[in-house]
């Protein structure tokens, strides 16, 4: 008995646009693990090019120069959180939604292990770049918080009150990713009292106030 024809695997081809996009997104994906590994200052067009697969001449083609590459990668990887932080995180109750938010951030650490020394370095090596991602974050961030007031789901601060509010997050997830998430060149499973005193803290408080006894005349 013969066996039928296997039908012929149709070959997409991509236009010029997206071999664009495709390209650059395997540079921005190179350039990741070369920051991550090497640290900004090693990362040079010879190393990202050759871990993309790509001629260094067709680097010039997508970024002027090595510093405009660097300056978006931050952002870049920013947004990726984002989205990874916004497709984990169900409808619901602000305060439930902010604990499954800050799993998610360290869920994200496993997925791109670069990302805490692109942090870090990047005030120094990519300054606007390092501006730019605070910006994205806080303002995407502010804007959940501020929904969550209007619904009576956060207390009444004022909008300059939740971006402070907001950049305290963002500091307390990267000491405590350098903390808990890094151990011997890897990235390990955040402590379940990590996120305990996160939810704690959130709420319920941290301080007891004294109690006020009024004093008769």
Do not use: C, W
Not at 47 to 70: M, W
Not at 118 to 145: C, M, W
């Amino acid at each position: 008995m013969t066996k039928p024809p296997v039908a012929a695997k149709k070959v997409v081809k991509l236009n010029r646009a997206q071999r664009n996009d495709e390209t650059k997104r395997r540079l921005f994906d190179a350039a990741t693990k070369m920051v991550g590994q090497h640290g900004y200052a090693e990362a040079s067009v010879a190393r990202i090019t050759e871990a993309a697969g790509v001629a260094q001449g067709t680097f010039y083609n997508h970024f002027e120069n090595r510093q405009e590459l660097l300056d978006q990668l931050l952002p870049s990887i920013g947004l990726d959180m984002v989205r990874f932080i916004r497709e984990r995180t169900p409808t619901g109750h602000a305060a439930v939604q902010e604990i499954i938010r800050f799993q998610a951030f360290f869920d994200f650490l496993h997925h791109v292990p670069e990302f805490l020394r692109i942090l870090n370095e990047a005030e120094f090596f990519a300054p606007a770049g390092y501006q730019k991602h605070l910006d994205n974050i806080s303002t995407a961030y502010v804007r959940i918080l501020r929904r969550a007031r209007n619904a009576d789901e956060v207390a009444a601060y004022s909008d300059e009150e939740l971006e402070a509010i907001v950049h305290m997050f963002m500091g307390a997830r990267g000491y405590l990713s350098r903390r808990y998430s890094y151990a011997a060149g890897g990235v390990t499973k955040v402590p379940e009292h990590v996120i305990s005193a996160y939810d704690k803290l959130l709420t319920r408080g941290l301080f007891k106030m004294p109690d006020t006894q009024e004093t008769t005349p």
